[in-house]
Nanobody, 126 residues
Framework: QVRLVESGGGLVQTGGSLRLSCVVSGLSFSVYSMGWFRQPLGKERQFVGAIDWTGGRTYYTDSVKGRFIISRDNDQNVALLQMNHLVPGDTGVYYC???????????????????WGRGTRVTVSS
């Protein structure tokens, strides 16, 4: 059974930091590109960033460049999203997804990811 489980969300003030984790089981983690998305209340799920199989390449949406860092540990089957300098616009439910059809960080659409976790909520207060 494939499982993606996000954790690490919470309430933080503007300027603060959080680190989200996505623990994956039931698949060969090292051959899946991993993406992070977020969904603000009442809005569609949005691409945040992604990482290729080895962690050598990452790609981010413009609004988080320089603030967020995606990494992965293939020995521990975990993808990480370090979020720094958080602002209220970062508020939402954060999801990790596994891309099953290729290697690379440039898969930015929700439809590119076949496997998803249930999300972890991030709230940034002003």
């Amino acid at each position: 059974q494939v499982r993606l489980v996000e954790s690490g969300g919470g309430l933080v003030q503007t300027g603060g930091s959080l680190r989200l984790s996505c623990v994956v089981s039931g698949l060969s983690f090292s051959v899946y590109s991993m993406g992070w998305f977020r969904q603000p209340l009442g809005k569609e799920r949005q691409f945040v960033g992604a990482i290729d199989w080895t962690g050598g390449r990452t790609y981010y949406t413009d609004s988080v460049k320089g603030r967020f860092i995606i990494s992965r540990d293939n020995d521990q089957n975990v993808a990480l999203l370090q979020m720094n300098h958080l602002v209220p616009g970062d508020t939402g439910v954060y999801y990790c997804g596994a891309h099953t059809a290729g290697n690379g960080p440039y898969y930015t659409s929700v439809a590119s990811y076949a496997l998803w976790g249930r999300g972890t909520r991030v709230t940034v207060s002003s």
